[in-house]
């Protein structure tokens, strides 16, 4: 079973500060991890994701986001916010199933709001 | 490359009608698509899984004689939402899996918005 924890509905940031939206993770087995972006009315656009290796790992638009066992999170982040990243974002694990198909289940997602 | 289209992207229709949404793997052949419903602020979630040329396997709680999914080509799944209700209303979106990449990478649609009067 796996499960995916996102901490604030809503995250509030101005121009040019720090991002960080929060993800945990529950997986009975090593996990995939993904980090994917939604604008209003539009389908999902992968960010990043984790799946061995480096456990930093570096996305698109700037993104970043650690892979941290011990803490079984997930965290995305991004050095200084544009008003282009105002969007849902949502975090996703990810293992293989027993008919073979690695199915993601999504955690309820983080509106970022970006002010001026 | 790995675009998935959905057809129509907005439809509204009566209550008691049937709808069929179209997605397509543009520039790939997707040997397994998937079907997600989204409601207004919540996160997606998986209604069923089809594989080309077999029977789609549902999530539980999804009744599969109301929301018909056919994958009868490597590029091409459709989900019917018979008798359709005003509860049926939501934001549908397919992905696809691609037949030579990694198993673990899904492309997403842009979303089908049914709204059902």
């Known amino acids: 079973a796996q499960s995916v924890t996102q901490l604030g509905s809503h995250v509030s940031v101005s121009e040019g500060a720090l991002v960080l939206l929060r993800c945990n993770y529950s997986?009975?087995?090593?996990?995939?991890l993904f980090w994917y972006v939604q604008y209003p009315n539009q389908g999902l656009q992968l960010l990043l994701k984790?799946?061995?290796?480096?456990?930093l790992v570096k996305g698109i638009n700037g993104f970043e986001a650690e892979f941290k066992k011990s803490e079984t999170s997930f965290h995305l982040t991004k050095p200084s916010a544009h008003m282009s990243d105002a969007a849902e974002y949502f975090c996703?694990?990810?293992?293989?199933?027993?008919?073979?198909?690695?199915?993601?289940?999504f955690g309820r997602g983080t509106s970022l709001i970006v002010h001026p | 490359g790995a675009v998935v289209s959905q057809h129509p992207s907005r439809v509204i229709c009566k209550s008691g009608t049937s709808v069929k949404i179209e997605c397509r793997s543009l520039?790939?052949?997707?040997?397994?698509m998937f079907w997600y419903r989204q409601f207004p602020k919540q996160s997606l979630m998986l209604m069923a899984t089809?594989?080309?040329?077999?029977?789609?396997?549902?999530e539980q709680g999804v009744e599969k004689d109301k929301f018909l999914i056919n994958h009868a080509s490597l590029t091409l799944s459709t989900l019917t939402v018979t008798s359709a209700h005003p509860e049926d209303s939501s934001f549908y979106i397919c992905?696809?899996?691609?037949?030579?990449?990694?198993?673990?990478?899904?492309?997403f649609g842009p979303g089908t918005r049914l709204t059902v009067l």
């Open positions: 992905s696809a899996r691609a037949q030579d990449r990694r198993a673990d990478t899904q492309y």
């Open positions: 997986s009975s087995v090593p996990p995939y």
């Open positions: 984790y799946t061995t290796g480096a456990t």
């Open positions: 996703a694990v990810s293992a293989l199933s027993s008919g073979g198909s690695y199915i993601p289940t």
């Open positions: 520039d790939f052949q997707a040997t397994t």
């Open positions: 089809s594989n080309e040329g077999s029977k789609a396997t549902y």
